[in-house]
């Protein structure tokens, strides 16, 4: 069965540089999000998206911006990072819940593992 | 807001023991959706299970199982007859109805299998 794809795998960059993290769903899942994962810690909730407009957010820096686009691939894009943001990035996604349905669970996939020096 | 407590930061078992890993968590809606995750060394996270509050009924899927209990407010995972391909951290995650679906990880539990 298909997975959700994330490019690239490994990414380094310099302090103060900018990333682009790609993010490409299981065909038919029409929500996305995104999560930061700290050495060593839990995965954080950064933002999601619903049929490309942003649903929720979370503890995402401003210095951060995100979207999803028409065939629901959705792009994170990081600008004057920092060392703190060295970390894995994961895109998941699921179908929308609704009143009837509940929330889906979300299907991750194998994260960005970024690396700022 | 809402909460998750892995008080069991690491496990180690020898294979072919049984290992429970406890989750508590903490939320003030009636309705919300409790999760199981799998992190193996190399780094994914893998779904292993959905829980909605109104079903307490517990769920065996061959060597895991899982019991909800919301008197308690946990959501414990066991893993029978464990095997070495077992070693990971396992996170508990908690979200709430639909329209605030985002993930609260509990801070995950590491599982070692002696062989």
């Known amino acids: 069965a298909a997975g959700v794809i994330q490019s690239p795998r490994h990414l380094i960059k310099e302090k103060r540089e900018t990333a682009t993290l790609k993010c490409y769903p299981i065909?038919?899942?029409?929500?996305v999000y995104w999560y930061q994962q700290g050495p060593g810690q839990d995965p954080q909730f950064l933002i999601s998206?619903?049929?490309?407009?942003?649903?929720d957010k979370g503890s995402i820096p401003d210095r951060f911006s995100a979207q999803q686009f028409s065939d629901y691939h959705s792009e994170l894009n990081m600008s004057s990072l920092e060392l703190g943001d060295s970390a894995l990035y994961f895109c998941?996604?699921?179908?929308?819940?609704?009143?009837?349905?509940?929330?889906?669970?979300?299907?991750f996939g194998p994260g960005t593992r970024l690396t700022v020096t | 807001a809402q909460k998750v407590t892995q008080a069991q930061t690491e496990i180690s078992v020898v294979e072919k023991e049984d290992v429970t890993l406890d989750c508590v968590y903490e939320?003030?809606?009636?309705?919300?959706?409790l999760f199981w995750y799998k992190q193996p060394p190399s780094g994914e996270l893998v779904f292993l299970i959905r829980?909605?509050?109104?079903?307490?009924q517990n769920e065996i899927s061959g060597r895991y199982s899982w019991n909800f209990q919301k008197s308690t407010s946990s959501f414990n995972f066991t893993i029978t007859a464990s095997q070495v391909v077992d070693s990971a951290v396992y996170f508990c995650?908690?979200?709430?109805?639909?329209?605030?679906?985002?993930?609260?990880f509990g801070t995950g539990t590491r599982l070692t299998i002696i062989p």
């Open positions: 998941a996604s699921s179908l929308h819940g609704t009143a009837t349905a509940g929330t889906y669970e979300q299907y």
């Open positions: 065909p038919r899942h029409d929500t």
């Open positions: 998206f619903y049929e490309k407009m942003q649903s």
């Open positions: 939320t003030r809606d009636t309705t919300y959706y």
């Open positions: 829980r909605n509050s109104f079903d307490e």
């Open positions: 995650a908690l979200s709430e109805n639909f329209g605030n679906e985002k993930l609260t």
